[in-house]
């Protein structure tokens, strides 16, 4: 969508275009969020007047791509949690995956298969796809009760370990700030009692000027998982060691020197009923 002119984009011409988050990721040397947002939004570009933008009011950047979309004259549906969004999630429940929405004046309700607050407002946009379309708003809660997330992008699993018994979060596809703050939220969700919370992190690459700091910021969500271990990998996250240990002064904090001492620390850290975060 960043060829010369737009030419690519041009040749597609989307009746329909979702953007969804804006986020540090992939950033080149010298490189902002806003160059994603103003990547993102070319694809605008290819579009004829009185196309769809479905656009998230919670991402940062919003106001931009709202303006690049107008300016296209493309009709616009919002979704998230603003109170202005016009597909809006009002509630979820982490533990029964019970979604609350409102679209139009009216309120409905529908299970979420996936786990996390960011799949619940994520699901928002089959509604607002189907409004788009004119198709049946009334099939896709059928659909969303039985979706999963995939592997590498929050997919659960459950493991066996010499009798021991545990889940694990699946988030290794990559990570970015945003990514890395809804897989700890997932994680602090959990109900209290399920058993411990192990957390493996390893460093975000390609964020720029800002890799340090974006670093920092996760040190907030990751104490309010309140996780009994963290092993770190990488130099930003080994460098976040000591400040991790003191938001939680109850917890172990482990910086292996190799991925083979990970290993070994970590199967033998294992109890049955853990819940582990990738």
Do not use: W
Not at 15 to 29: C, G, Q, R, Y
Not at 50 to 70: E, P
Not at 134 to 160: C, I, K
Not at 161 to 188: C, Q
């Amino acid at each position: 969508i960043n060829a010369p002119e737009f030419q690519n984009i041009k040749l597609v011409q989307p009746d329909l275009a979702i953007v969804t988050n804006i986020a540090p990721s992939h950033l080149a040397e010298g490189q902002t969020v806003r160059d994603i947002a103003r990547r993102k939004a070319n694809i605008f570009e290819g579009m004829k007047p009185g196309s769809t933008a479905v656009l998230c009011t919670d991402t940062d950047h919003f106001d931009y791509l709202l303006r690049r979309a107008r300016a296209r004259r493309l009709q616009i549906i919002t979704y998230g949690t603003a109170e202005a969004a016009d597909v809006r999630l009002e509630a979820h429940d982490p533990v029964s995956g019970q979604v609350t929405a409102s679209h139009g004046g009216r309120r409905f309700s529908y299970l979420l298969g996936a786990k996390g607050r960011h799949m619940a407002v994520n699901s928002l946009v089959c509604f607002a796809v189907a409004h788009a379309l004119a198709l049946d708003e009334a099939q896709v809660p059928a659909q969303l009760a039985s979706f999963a997330a995939v592997a590498g992008r929050g997919q659960v699993l459950e493991f066996a370990l010499d009798g021991r018994r545990f889940r694990a979060i699946d988030e290794t596809y990559n990570a970015n700030p945003l990514s890395m703050e809804m897989a700890l939220a997932m994680v602090a969700e959990e109900p209290d009692g399920e058993g411990r919370r192990l957390l493996v992190l390893g460093d975000m690459l390609e964020l720029g000027r800002d890799a340090s700091r974006y670093h920092e910021a996760l040190i907030a969500p990751i104490a309010k998982c309140r996780p009994a271990l963290v092993f770190l990998r990488g130099p930003q996250m080994c460098a976040l060691r000591e400040r991790i240990a003191a938001a939680l002064p109850s917890t172990t904090v482990h910086a292996p020197e190799n991925l083979a001492e990970l290993e070994r620390l970590l199967f033998a850290a294992i109890r049955d009923g853990d819940l582990l975060l990738l």
